[in-house]
Nanobody, 123 residues
Framework: EVQLQASGGGLVQAGGSLRLSCTTS????????IGWFRQAPGKERERVSF????????YYEDSVKGRFTISSDNAKNTVYLQMNSLKPEDTAVYYC????????????????WGQGTLVTVSS
C-alpha cells in the first residue's frame, strides 16, 4: 500500500520557522521526485520544492528560494522541508507528492499524493 504521511504544519508568526516531514512507503523512493505543492484559499495548487536525492536534484519555486530548504533521509524514505523566514503569503495547505522521474513537476503529473498539512503564518 502506497502511503505519504505529511506532518509538521501549524501556526507561526511571520519570520518564524516550521519543518514539514513526508514519510513514504509502498513505492521505490529513488525513482521519484518527492516534495511539496501548496494551495492557498481561492488559488491554484502550486509547486514549492522537490528533491530526488539519488541524482542530487533539487527544485525550488522562486518565491521560496533562500528561505526553504528541502532534504531527504533515504534510509527512512522521508523528505523534509525546512521553512524559515515565513511570510503570511506562505499560508496554505501543503501537500506531499511523488512525481515520476523525467516528468514535469505539476499537479497533473503527480503519481501519489499525501494528505495536506496546514501552515498558517500570522502577520
Amino acid at each position: 500500500e502506497v502511503q505519504l504521511q505529511a506532518s509538521g504544519g501549524g501556526l507561526v508568526q511571520a519570520g518564524g520557522s516550521l519543518r514539514l516531514s513526508c514519510t513514504t512507503s509502498g513505492f521505490t523512493f529513488d525513482d521519484y521526485h518527492i516534495g511539496w505543492f501548496r494551495q492557498a484559499p481561492g488559488k491554484e495548487r502550486e509547486r514549492v520544492s522537490f528533491i530526488r536525492s539519488s541524482i542530487g536534484s533539487e527544485y525550488y519555486e522562486d518565491s521560496v528560494k533562500g528561505r526553504f530548504t528541502i532534504s531527504s533521509d533515504n534510509a527512512k524514505n522521508t523528505v523534509y522541508l525546512q521553512m524559515n523566514s515565513l511570510k503570511p503569503e506562505d499560508t496554505a495547505v501543503y501537500y506531499c507528492a511523488a512525481v515520476p522521474s523525467g516528468v514535469y513537476l505539476r499537479p497533473s503529473s503527480v503519481k501519489y499524493w499525501g494528505q495536506g498539512t496546514l501552515v498558517t503564518v500570522s502577520s
